[in-house]
C-alpha cells in the first residue's frame, strides 16, 4: 500500500491529479467492493444491457448456452448469400460482444471466436449464431467475476480442446483458463495454428500453451515479491501428459514441432507440474466447444469459484 501512496504522490507533484478515492468503475466495468466479507466483483451487467438494447434484443427469447449445438459454422460458399454488412451490423455486435468477453466474462469466448472468423464475409447462419450469443446474454447479465481474499497466491491452470473442430481447415480450438488464489485472472479460446493429426496432439498443442501463460504468471507474481511453487497446470487427456513427461522420441509423435516440446524443460526444472482432472470437472471445456447446461460440475464453474482441484 506504502508503494501506491509514494506513486501518487510522485505522479500528483507533475501532473494535476484529483483523488476520487477507490475505482468503482472503469470503461463500462463495475467494480463492487464488499471489505466486510473480503470480496470484489468485477460486473459488466449495465454495459451488455445497452448492447442488448442497441441491437434490438429486448424482447428476444434468452437462450441458456453461448452457442447453440445446432451450429455448424463455415465459410460463405459460391452458393450461399453474404448479408450487407452496411445494413445488418454484424462486425459491431461482434466487437460489442468481444468487448464484454475480455473485460468479465470467459463464458463467450468460445462463441465470440466462432463468429470472429467470418467478420470479412458473414451469411445468414452466422448473423444467426451472433444473435444466439446476444439472446444468451440477455439471459446471464447477472454473470460476473468474483473474487476472495486467500493468502496462498498458487497459480493453476485449466486447458482443453476440440479436435479439427475447424470446419474449413479442420484446425482444433485451443482454451486455457488459470486461476491465482482461486480467482480467475487469465482465458482464452482460439484456433491451434497448425492442423494436429490426432486428439492427443491437440491436446498437447493446447496443453502447451497453457504452460506458456502458466510461466509468465508465474514470473509476474514472482516480479511482485510473491514466491512460487510450480505452477499447477490440469489437463483432461492422459495421453498428452504422458506425452509431455515422456523424453522417448515416439514415431507417431515425432512430427510435432520442436517448439512445443519446450513444456518437458518446464516440468523438469519443478517450473510446472501438469496434473489430470476429469472433464466434467475442467472449467476450461467451456472455452473449446458447447457444453450443454448441466454439462459442468458447479465445481468447475468458469466464474466466480475456487476452482482448485484435488489429485
Same mark, same amino acid.
Given at each position: ?107 463467450? #469466448?468460445?462463441?465470440? $471466436?466462432?463468429?470472429? *472468423? ?9 448473423? &444467426? +449464431? !451472433? %444473435? ?77 500453451? #497453457?504452460?506458456?501463460? $502458466?510461466?509468465?504468471? *508465474? ?9 512460487? &511453487? +510450480? !505452477? %499447477? ?79
Amino acid at each position: 500500500m506504502s508503494d501506491i501512496v509514494n506513486l501518487k504522490k510522485q505522479l500528483s507533484s507533475t501532473f494535476e491529479m484529483k483523488d476520487l478515492g477507490a475505482a468503482r468503475r472503469i470503461l463500462g466495468m463495475e467494480i463492487i467492493r464488499d471489505r466486510v466479507n473480503g470480496t470484489l466483483q468485477l460486473s459488466q451487467s449495465n454495459y451488455l444491457k445497452k448492447v442488448i438494447e442497441n441491437f434490438r434484443m429486448t424482447d428476444s427469447k434468452s437462450s441458456q448456452t453461448p452457442i447453440g449445438a445446432h451450429f455448424k459454422l463455415s465459410l460463405v460458399t459460391e452458393d450461399e448469400e453474404c448479408i450487407d454488412t452496411e445494413v445488418t451490423p454484424y462486425s459491431s455486435a461482434v466487437g460489442s460482444i468481444m468487448y464484454a468477453m475480455i473485460g468479465s466474462r470467459p463464458d463467450l #469466448a468460445y462463441g465470440i $471466436g466462432l463468429v470472429s *472468423r467470418f467478420m470479412s464475409k458473414p451469411g445468414s447462419i452466422h448473423w &444467426e +449464431a !451472433v %444473435k444466439w450469443l446476444l439472446r444468451y446474454i440477455k439471459g446471464s447479465l447477472d454473470v460476473e467475476l468474483l473474487y476472495t481474499k486467500d493468502k496462498n497466491l498458487d497459480i493453476q491452470g485449466y486447458c482443453d480442446s476440440d479436435y479439427a473442430a475447424d470446419l474449413d481447415k479442420r484446425r482444433s480450438i485451443s482454451g486455457y483458463v488459470f486461476t491465482v488464489g482461486g480467482n480467475v485472472v487469465s482465458w482464452k479460446s482460439n484456433l491451434q495454428r497448425v492442423a494436429a493429426l490426432s486428439t492427443t496432439e491437440a491436446e498437447y498443442i493446447a496443453l502447451t500453451e #497453457a504452460v506458456k501463460e $502458466g510461466i509468465w504468471l *508465474r514470473g509476474l507474481l514472482q516480479d511482485f515479491g510473491f514466491k512460487q &511453487e +510450480a !505452477v %499447477k497446470v490440469w489437463c483432461d487427456s492422459q495421453s498428452a501428459i504422458c506425452l509431455s513427461k515422456n523424453n522417448l522420441f515416439h514415431e507417431r509423435t515425432k512430427h510435432i514441432a520442436v517448439k512445443y516440446y519446450f513444456i518437458r524443460d518446464m516440468i523438469d526444472d519443478g517450473e510446472v507440474e501438469v496434473l489430470k482432472i476429469h472433464t466434467s470437472r475442467n472449467p476450461a471445456d467451456i472455452l473449446t466447444k458447447v457444453v450443454p447446461v448441466g454439462g459442468v460440475d458447479p465445481e468447475g464453474d468458469i466464474h466466480g469459484r475456487d476452482t482448485k482441484m484435488e489429485d
